[in-house]
């Protein structure tokens, strides 16, 4: 007869959690990872070869409004591939033993993967040069891969520490009682 307390339940929901093979950190090791790290850093390096050579020329040509917006999506654009940079080369120094996976958490505080879309009204983007907006396209859909890999890693890695166990009540005397007697 089934139990009606929700125990045996529980431990089933346990044992599957324990047999779960997580895929997100087999992921962020794997040939689509490196692909994925491949694509971000020539993403930075063409958008930053374009910024400094023609995408200055082009800008010269706007008028005020879009010469402005060309300004704001310009270093909108470069904080955002920076910010994607900036992970990737952490986990890759993660996958490749230069840091730890805690190491690569306390770093992670300094990068800001928050979603971030174009900074103009679609009219005004619409006057900007179509290279600008194409990398402004691409790099806004690489930061929203990024995110979702991050996140991913964040829950498998939740997933996979172990409960910290209670406190208060008898947990926190049987401590109490630790600290007193050292063995």
């Known amino acids: 007869m089934p139990r009606s307390d929700g125990l045996a339940q529980s431990a089933t929901v346990d044992e599957a959690a324990a047999n779960t093979i997580l895929f997100y950190p087999r992921l962020a090791a794997s040939g689509a990872f490196k692909a994925l790290f491949r694509e971000g850093m020539s993403l930075v390096e063409d958008a930053a070869a374009y910024l400094d050579g023609p995408g200055r020329e082009e800008s010269r040509g706007l008028p005020r409004s879009a010469a402005l917006a060309?300004?704001?999506?310009?270093m909108r654009l470069t904080?955002?591939?920076?910010?994607?940079?900036?992970?990737?080369?952490?986990q890759r120094?993660?996958?490749?033993?230069?840091?730890?996976?805690?190491?690569?958490?306390s770093e992670k505080h300094r990068v800001r993967l928050a979603e971030q879309d174009v900074a103009c009204p679609a009219e005004v983007f619409e006057q900007l040069p179509e290279t600008l907006r194409g990398f402004s396209a691409k790099s806004i859909r690489l930061q929203a891969r990024v995110a979702h890999l991050d996140r991913a890693?964040?829950?498998?890695?939740a997933k996979a520490a172990p409960p910290s166990p209670p406190r208060g009540g008898v947990a926190e005397q049987f401590e109490r009682l630790r600290s007193a007697f050292p063995r």
Do not use: F, H, I, K
């Open 70 to 74: 060309y300004a704001t999506e310009s």
């Open 79 to 90: 904080t955002r591939l920076m910010q994607v940079a900036s992970w990737l080369l952490l």
């Open 93 to 105: 120094a993660v996958n490749e033993g230069e840091l730890t996976p805690a190491q690569a958490r």
């Open 153 to 157: 890693l964040a829950d498998a890695e």
